[in-house]
């Protein structure tokens, strides 16, 4: 008797795997069916081409459902707020199409290649579907080397220069103005801790104004004087035209060496080094 309960158990136990795994190889069938039936008519990479900096462009991906069952989208969601998806129908009956079309606004400053995506996901599907990949090659006039101006060895008090390299590109002559900076500090001032940013005053970006003939480069150069330790962060703009140049700056301020070698007087009843009070 004991030997024919064992048995039952175990012939229970192996119908149960087996339709366990069943419903798992059915459900990834399904899945596999789906990627096939439902899916992208052409290519799913495209290619802008050349586009100017301030240029929109858009393009539209036709989706096709071949299954014999409704498809419903759940959402369309793109890499970065540069990019817009809109989709024309959620619900797609079987023969049925839906398209997703996609707007693109090159972030500020942007230029040479740039790629993009968006991922499409089926309704309570937690992986994509699909992933959209579109790219263009973003046009400028401007070539600037570094594109980051790292501020190395800046001290409290002390002031500190950083340049970097622009280059007309073009064939015309360039006139770039509107040179901007905006930096901020972040620092620990009342010594609890605690890091607020601040906007550093006095940073100066010189020249104001730069005229470059086809070919010919000119130094933009930024000066301040930090006047807090922690990092320095912000970003000198400028202009030429719809060309629009941004050039990071960047740095971790100390304090000086004078200030951190300089020994605060012993308090009352505090024992020096030589062994006086």
Known sequence: MKYATTSLLFVLFALMFTATGQAQTDEGQSDVATQQ?????GTSDYYFGEID???TVEHTFIFKNTCEETIEIGSARASCGCTAAVVSEKVIPPGGEAQIQVKFTPPRGTRGKVTKTVSLYLKDDQKPHTIIRFSAKIKTDLDIQPQYIQLLGAEVGKTIQGKATVKNISEKELTIEGISINVTSYADTAGDGRTIAIPLEGAVVTPAKLVLAPGQSGDITVTLVPQHPGQV?????????????????????????????????????????????
Not at 37 to 41: L, N, T, Y
Not at 238 to 261: K, M, P, W, Y
């Open 37 to 41: 039936c439902f899916g992208i008519v």
């Open 53 to 55: 900096q301030n240029e």
């Open 233 to 277: 962060n912000g970003a000198i703009r400028l202009q030429a035209g719809t060309n629009e140049g941004i050039i990071q700056v960047f740095g971790v301020v100390r304090d000086s060496v004078g200030n951190s070698l300089r020994r605060a007087a012993p308090e009352a009843g505090e024992v020096q080094l030589d062994g006086t009070k």
